[in-house]
């Protein structure tokens, strides 16, 4: 019993010495006193996918924070993996949402781009670009390029992805600069994703 005691006293003193407050009831913490990416407004960097509602799937897209991609979640309906893709890209194209506007994400993606998925050959994801492109910087693009294909090839089955522009292929920009006309995969991205 002796020993116990002692156990208990040795305890007591190490969390009193370590500065760990001892309260005798809660204490409701402000919501400003809480760290940024505690609060409610915070977004997490990588966020994984939910346990979606009822005829619905997540699916995963890539944003821009602080000059790196970072993935977030919508829910869509389910259906074919075209249509998922094709509501992927849709979900690129219309952006962030305030909350997530507010906590810092943006979109690389100009403004004036359209994207429509063209054709799903295999595993490989065919994207026609048309409206405005002309304007972004050399990063712009490359993390724009990165957005679509990373949010491309999380839908499963969709392996690599090719742009088109009026039916003609387009070289696309990798993560180190350098152009390239072959089919692209995420790992020719993931230096781009956040942590």
């Known amino acids: 019993m002796r020993r116990l005691w002692a156990l208990t006293l040795v305890v007591v003193l190490l969390l009193v010495g370590c500065g ?36 619905q799937v997540s699916v995963v897209v890539h944003f821009v924070r602080d000059d790196r991609l970072v993935r977030l979640v919508r829910e869509l309906p389910s259906g074919p993996v075209q249509d998922r893709l094709t509501a992927t890209v849709a979900a690129l194209v219309t952006g962030p949402t305030d909350r997530e506007r507010a906590a810092g994400i943006s979109s690389a993606l100009p403004t004036g781009l359209q994207l429509t998925v063209v054709a799903l050959e295999g595993d490989r994801a065919v994207i026609e670009l048309s409206g405005e492109t002309d304007g972004s910087s050399a990063a712009e693009n490359v993390l724009a390029v990165g957005q679509i294909v990373l949010s491309a090839t999380a839908v499963p089955t969709v392996r690599e992805v090719t742009f088109e522009r009026e039916g003609l292929p387009v070289d696309a920009l990798l993560a180190d600069g350098s152009l390239t006309n072959r089919p692209l995969t995420a790992a020719d991205y993931a230096a781009l994703a956040a942590g």
Do not use: F, H
Request: glycine letters at 6%; hydrophobic letters at 30%.
């Open 20 to 55: 760990v407050p001892v309260q005798e009831s809660p204490v409701q913490i402000q919501p400003d006193a809480l760290p940024s990416r505690l609060r409610e407004t915070a977004l997490p960097r990588d966020v994984a996918p939910t346990t979606p509602g009822p005829g």
